[in-house]
């Protein structure tokens, strides 16, 4: 009798497991707290952590170094990027700031850097302005052939002038206003380097038409008509056209010399057309 009740009292094996899983389950939640209790000490040190540096003087903005500038001056770079003095470093945009001064119409591209204790450091490249557009308004146009500026009174103006373009235009054609810039720009370039007749001191202004192209106008009111392309060219057209009319007397009666052909040039004078 005694030996039955004392095998019904001994557990099985099935109970005994039971009892491992479950100490196992709370040994593996007990851990899973404290790595929680952990991770949330850990986030709390570094937000009291980075409060504290929040109000250390040591990442104040106190001074803004400015380079690069040729025009602008350290107070306009400073009021572009919109940097509020004594300001933390470490709250700082700096994609924002940059984004900031790169809309800034003579800024071409800019970048920002922190140097601790206490200075942001920005580094902008200016646009050049190559020339000038007429069109309604005067604009400032850069090496890349953009119009990126309006001339304000006293802004220098001795940069080659291109007209023939209406405010229109620059709204509705935008894209061939800036090609036909471009080629102007590279037209400038070779008329320095390769005709002594041409040079841009006896540029008047270079007419643009969406249609014809470029156009010289001279200081002697005389006109050169180039189109589009093929520039050195026709540069070498005029050339020997110049040699050859000057020969027979007659440049000075050439008032429009268009050489936007392949092979030939038309010219117009007070007397008669004549071409060669």
Request: no cysteine; charged share 30%; net charge positive.
């Amino acid at each position: 009798m005694f030996s039955k009740r004392f095998a019904r009292n001994i557990p099985g094996p099935r109970k005994s497991r039971s009892r491992v899983e479950s100490r196992k389950r709370n040994r593996v939640m007990l851990r899973s707290m404290l790595i929680g209790v952990a991770a949330i000490d850990a986030v709390l040190g570094l937000l009291l952590l980075y409060i504290v540096f929040l109000h250390l003087p040591y990442f104040n903005l106190g001074h803004v170094e400015v380079t690069g500038t040729r025009r602008l001056s350290r107070e306009e770079v400073i009021e572009a990027s919109e940097l509020e003095s004594g300001i933390n470093l470490l709250t700082i945009n700096l994609s924002g700031i940059t984004d900031k001064l790169r809309r800034h119409p003579w800024i071409r591209s800019a970048s920002v850097y922190r140097q601790f204790p206490g200075r942001m450091i920005i580094e902008v490249e200016e646009r050049t302005p190559r020339a000038i557009l007429a069109a309604g308004k005067l604009y400032y146009v850069d090496e890349h052939a953009e119009y990126f500026t309006r001339l304000l009174p006293g802004d220098p103006v001795n940069h080659p002038l291109f007209t023939g373009i209406g405010a229109e235009d620059l709204q509705t054609s935008g894209t061939e206003v800036r090609e036909l810039l471009r080629l102007g720009l590279s037209l400038l370039d070779l008329l320095e380097h390769k005709s002594e007749s041409l040079g841009q001191h006896s540029v008047a202004e270079i007419r643009m038409s969406l249609d014809e192209g470029l156009t010289l106008v001279m200081m002697s009111n005389q006109e050169v008509v180039l189109g589009k392309g093929s520039f050195d060219l026709k540069i070498d057209r005029y050339e020997r056209l110049k040699r050859f009319l000057t020969r027979q007397g007659e440049w000075n009666n050439a008032r429009i010399i268009d050489l936007d052909f392949d092979d030939r040039a038309l010219v117009r004078s007070g007397k008669s057309r004549i071409q060669g």
